[in-house]
Nanobody, 121 residues
């Protein structure tokens, strides 16, 4: 499995912005579709956003569409999640993961350790 490490989480006021980054190991990063998922306490882990190989396709959960933007930099082996207009409902631990190259919101099993995002009212 590819090694993934998330960073950039923190505490932010509602309406604010935060940018999460996921650093991946290996020289085959560009071959993976990547996604962001989140999990709030007592809730199931849910899909947030995903990006295909070569960034040809992106896919967002309805709850974040128009507010979040996923991007990747294959030269740096990173995938990012720009989160704008944050809401308290966005509070969760955010994870990056490799995802199915066709069905982008289905994880393949390589996960980062997660980074906490807390949005205050």
């Amino acid at each position: 499995q590819v090694q993934l490490v998330e960073s950039g989480g923190g505490l932010v006021q509602a309406g604010g912005s935060l940018r999460l980054s996921c650093a991946a190991s290996g020289r085959t990063f560009s071959s993976y579709a990547m996604g962001w998922f989140r999990q709030a306490p007592g809730k199931e882990r849910e899909f947030v956003a995903a990006i295909s190989r070569s960034a040809l396709r992106t896919y967002y959960a309805d709850s974040v569409k128009g507010r979040f933007s996923i991007s990747r930099d294959d030269a740096k082996n990173t995938v990012s999640l720009q989160m704008n207009s944050l809401k308290p409902e966005d509070t969760a631990v955010y994870y990056c993961a490799t995802t199915n190259p066709v069905v982008l919101n289905v994880p393949l099993g390589s996960w980062g350790q997660g980074t906490q995002v807390t949005v205050s009212s």
